[in-house]
């Protein structure tokens, strides 16, 4: 029986796909719950090679992190007295804030099934936050010797991330329509002479809820996910008892 040759690329492209769950609660996430999820998904891939990764898509409350080379000087607050939390972490970066209108991914990826080099990961980081503007009509560019997207000056994507025994957590963050108040009371990143936009500023009107297709295709096609379904672990509260 001759053999169709049409289908042979298809079952080889399938057979390289990375199993992966995908999360996308309904509800904002407080900051630190979403740390221990990505904790907990990261010491899974430690005990269990053959464990799933996982992404979760997500926004949070208003908060400021600081990465592990942060500095204070970057505040321009009081920590000690401010109304917002705010968390000192371990991944890469400087000072940052999220808030509601900002659309936040964590993935936890097992480098070993791709490059183990944290380089190599932040450039595709980015090229799946440019592919997202892309499909937007709008053109996101990279800085030279700095991480993170620009759409023309302003930059509308954070990236900062930790990776431990090649298990990542953190992620990145794309300002969608959120109050860009908020990173007045920092210097975003670190960088000074560098103004944050948002996709609103270009698409007036655009939401979370409709930028998120865009990024778990993005992420998919870059890392070659097979999205494995969940359905039961949507919400904040169900997934916290998994554990």
């Known amino acids: 029986m001759p053999i169709d040759k049409s289908k042979l690329g298809t079952r080889t492209e399938s057979a390289n796909l990375i199993p992966t769950f995908l999360f996308k609660p309904k509800k904002f996430v407080d900051y630190e719950t979403a740390?221990?999820?990505?904790?907990?998904?990261?010491?899974?891939?430690?005990?269990?090679?053959?464990?799933?990764?996982?992404?979760?898509?997500l926004e949070h409350p208003l908060c400021y992190t600081m990465g592990k080379g942060s500095t204070e000087?970057?505040?321009?607050?009081?920590?000690?007295?401010?109304?917002?939390p705010l968390y000192k972490i371990n991944r890469g970066g400087e000072v940052t804030c999220h808030m509601p209108g900002q659309l936040v991914a964590y993935p936890v990826l097992d480098l070993r099934k791709y490059q183990?080099?944290?380089?190599?990961y932040l450039r595709k980081l980015e090229a799946v936050l440019i592919n997202v503007l892309t499909n937007m009509g709008l053109v996101g560019k990279r800085r030279k010797g700095l991480t993170g997207v620009w759409i023309e000056d302003r930059k509308v994507a954070s990236i900062g991330v930790s990776c431990r025994r090649w298990v990542t957590q953190h992620g990145l963050a794309l300002n969608v329509n959120c109050d860009m108040e908020a990173f007045r009371a920092v210097v975003p990143c670190g960088l000074v002479n560098h103004p944050m936009g948002k996709?609103?500023?270009?698409?007036?009107?655009?939401?979370?809820?409709?930028?998120?297709?865009?990024?778990?295709?993005?992420?998919?096609?870059?890392?070659?996910?097979?999205?494995?379904?969940m359905e039961s672990l949507e919400s904040s509260e169900e997934f916290s008892s998994y554990f």
Do not use: Y
């Not at 904790?39 to 979760?56: G, R, S, V, Y």
């Not at 000087?73 to 917002?84: G, I, M, R």
């Open 35 to 57: 740390l221990k999820w990505q904790q907990n998904w990261q010491k899974h891939l430690f005990e269990a090679k053959k464990t799933a990764q996982a992404i979760w898509l």
């Open 73 to 84: 000087k970057n505040l321009l607050f009081d920590p000690l007295t401010s109304q917002w």
């Open 199 to 229: 996709i609103n500023d270009w698409i007036p009107g655009i939401t979370v809820e409709e930028v998120k297709p865009l990024l778990m295709q993005s992420f998919k096609k870059h890392f070659h996910l097979d999205w494995k379904k």
């Open 116 to 120: 183990t080099d944290l380089h190599w």
